[in-house]
């Protein structure tokens, strides 16, 4: 069965920095597309990066320059190293992975965890 | 800057039909754009409906249908329940390993 748990999340200054984590069960990190999505208090979803199976890296330009993606296969965990925060990163950071193969879709999802940018 | 349009929001009646579209705020929504769906209520995790335009995920009800319609993905519910209350999202593959979401519609049953 297929697994998704985020950590790492919780409040922090603007400016400050932030690691979350996502760790997978069920299949390997390295195997499809794996992505974060945000959502800010009672707003719609929002994607924020995604990594590919072959390594390739994007990011929403919202976040680029600030947040970096990785994925370590050691530990079949996705991460997001975001940076500079801002009051408007404030939102639930969900784990995606990817759907059926060649869909573009996020087949899986985490529980998300909580970011809170504020002083 | 892409827009992805959705209806803010929608109601249907038990047992009735309602369908949801997604477009684009320039230009027509195709396959290639392998519009998903998701249902998310509230305080959770979305879950995946369809993909690649029309395919259901594992365990979704065959009440739920995705086509393109004219310009636009559309996602229809056919004999609504009261547990489909939820907010809704399409997403488009824009290419590029860029995704963009819709805003969202909120779909009340009453």
């Known amino acids: 069965e297929v697994q998704l748990v985020e950590t790492g999340g919780g409040l922090i200054q603007p400016g400050g920095s932030l690691r979350l984590s996502c760790a997978g069960s069920?299949?390997?990190?390295?195997?499809?597309?794996m992505s974060w999505v945000r959502q800010a208090p009672g707003k719609g979803l929002e994607w924020v990066s995604v990594?590919?199976?072959?390594?390739?890296?994007y990011y929403a330009d919202s976040v680029k320059g600030r947040f970096t993606i990785s994925r370590d296969t050691s530990r079949n965990t996705l991460s997001l190293q975001m940076n500079t925060l801002r009051a408007e990163d404030t939102a639930v950071y969900y784990c995606?992975?990817?759907?059926?193969?060649?869909?573009?879709?996020?087949?899986?999802w985490g529980q998300g965890t909580l970011v809170t940018v504020s002083s | 800057q892409t827009v992805v349009t959705q209806e803010p929001s929608f109601s249907v009646s038990p047992g009735g039909t309602v369908t949801l579209t997604c477009g684009l705020s320039?230009?027509?929504?195709?396959?290639?754009?392998?519009p998903s769906w998701y249902q998310q209520a509230p305080g959770q995790a979305p879950r995946t409906l369809i993909y690649s335009t029309n395919t259901r995920s594992s365990g979704v009800p065959d009440r739920f249908s995705g086509s393109i319609l004219g310009n636009k993905a559309a996602l229809t519910i056919t004999g609504a329940q009261a547990d489909d209350e939820s907010d809704y999202y399409c997403v488009l593959y824009m290419g590029s390993g860029i995704w963009v979401f819709g805003g969202g519609t909120k779909l009340t049953v009453l």
């Open positions: 995606a992975r990817g759907g059926a193969s060649g869909s573009y879709s996020f087949g899986y």
């Open positions: 990594i590919f199976g072959g390594g390739s890296i």
């Open positions: 069920g299949f390997t990190v390295s195997s499809t597309h």
């Open positions: 320039s230009g027509s929504v195709s396959t290639s754009y392998y």
